[in-house]
């Protein structure tokens, strides 16, 4: 049975730093994509990234986001640097795609619960 659980959000200053952990099982890192998505306050879940041999990042995460993975641990991270007011939302991941677009939440089959980030001013 496939699960992902994440953890490490959290309550931090803009223009600090964080690090999600998305610790998967049932399914290796090396035979599915895992993608990270997020999910403001009264806006729709959107993709920030996703890792597959290498990871691919969405425009407003470029440069700031990085998407790692450890196949030993089977757990995919997500280090997030300089952080903004906007990048304030539950953070998700999710594997098991069907072929669809990356960044459409429809794509994946399974998700985790979800971490709250919350980045102030």
């Known amino acids: 049975q496939v699960q992902l659980v994440e953890s490490g959000g959290g309550s931090v200053q803009a223009g600090e730093s964080l690090r999600l952990s998305c610790a998967a099982s049932g399914y290796s890192l090396n035979t599915h994509l895992t993608a990270w998505f997020r999910q403001a306050p009264g806006k729709e879940r959107e993709g920030v990234g996703f890792?597959?041999?290498?990871?691919f990042y969405a425009d407003g995460v470029k440069g700031r986001f990085t998407i790692s993975q450890d196949n030993a641990k089977n757990t995919v991270y997500l280090q997030m640097n300089s952080l903004k007011p906007e990048d304030t939302a539950m953070y998700y991941c999710a594997t098991m795609a069907d072929g669809g677009p990356w960044d459409l939440p429809r794509t994946y089959k399974y998700w985790g619960q979800g971490t709250p980030v919350t980045v102030s001013s």
């Open positions: 890792i597959y041999t290498r990871p």
